[in-house]
């Protein structure tokens, strides 16, 4: 997967925002609010300008969109949901310039009341998407995998927007 691509494909966590159907439902403090993802949010570097917006369908489904922009040119999308799958929450994203427009399924891995972790062990790159929250406008992001023989994290620091 191209790095732009995968890029895109780290942006889809940061919007995820509350519901209350998540595996532990007894302790508020490991059960990540999804509605915190909801609205647009922006990462600007160098002269890359990338932008996710996530709205809530319902308590149990958000959709997104991810873009990337260079030099004032939309050069990427990608669609984006979470919703329950088989009683797990999953993330998925589709890449919307690919011609065969396959839809990429990222599993519940991992959660607490600040962070949560999505993986896809059979994608090449990336095979984690997580999101931690850092306030209510300030997001951390990442995508994580295998990179030429090393373990390789990037990190998106979103800023809200709306």
Request: aromatic share 10%; charged share 25%.
């Amino acid at each position: 997967m191209q790095l732009k691509k995968a890029i895109t494909l780290m942006l889809l966590p940061a919007m995820l925002g509350g519901c209350g159907f998540f595996s532990n439902e007894n302790s508020e403090k490991s059960t990540f609010d999804l509605s915190k993802l909801t609205g647009r949010w922006e990462f600007m570097n160098n002269n890359t300008h990338q932008i996710e917006e996530w709205t809530s369908l319902s308590d149990h489904e958000l959709r997104g969109k991810g873009f990337i922009l260079e030099n004032g040119d939309t050069t990427f999308i990608e669609i984006l949901s979470i919703r329950e799958n088989d009683g797990v929450l999953t993330y998925y994203a589709q890449v919307s310039d690919i011609e065969s427009a396959e839809i990429v399924p990222f599993r519940l891995s991992e959660q607490t009341g600040q962070r949560i972790e999505f993986v896809n062990e059979n994608q090449d790159f990336p095979k984690k998407i997580g999101y931690e929250i850092r306030s209510e406008d300030h997001i951390l992001s990442y995508i994580e995998g295998p990179r030429e023989g090393n373990n390789v994290r990037i990190s998106f620091d979103f800023k809200k927007t709306n």
